[in-house]
């Protein structure tokens, strides 16, 4: 085991790199020249360049379609009959949602208790 870390520190070491000093070097810009290439027959679109050019028949008069006929109209049957629900057999006693009463008006702080509202904004 100590061996091991022996050459891993070794190796470590060896791995560390070097200080050498930072030299610029000027690299010269070259200029833009720009250079169009060739445009062949077949990037604008000639299949076949020797073959005359294709003639082609007069377009057809647009096509005509009737008018929309008006759909009967009827009501569609119900498939199935209402669902039917049980009814409760019992009635609460006070109405859910209010553990402290009804909303008087009035506002509450942090801390639960009762305080006139802020009038100004």
Do not use: D, W
């Not at 050459?7 to 791995?15: F, P």
């Not at 790199?17 to 445009?39: D, G, L, S, T």
């Amino acid at each position: 085991m100590q061996f091991i870390i022996l050459v891993s520190l070794a190796a470590a070491a060896y791995a560390a790199p070097q200080i050498v000093p930072y030299v610029h070097e000027e690299i010269e810009a070259e200029p833009y020249v720009h250079e169009e290439p060739e445009i062949s027959p077949l990037a604008l679109g000639i299949v076949r360049p020797n073959a005359a050019p294709q003639q082609f028949a007069a377009p057809a008069a647009p096509q005509q379609f009737a008018a929309p006929v008006q759909q009967q109209q009827f009501v569609q049957q119900q498939q199935f009959a209402p669902q039917q629900f049980a009814q409760p057999q019992f009635a609460p006693a006070t109405p859910a949602g209010y553990v402290s009463g009804a909303f008087t008006g009035t506002c509450y702080n942090n801390l639960g208790e009762g305080v006139p509202c802020r009038q100004k904004f």
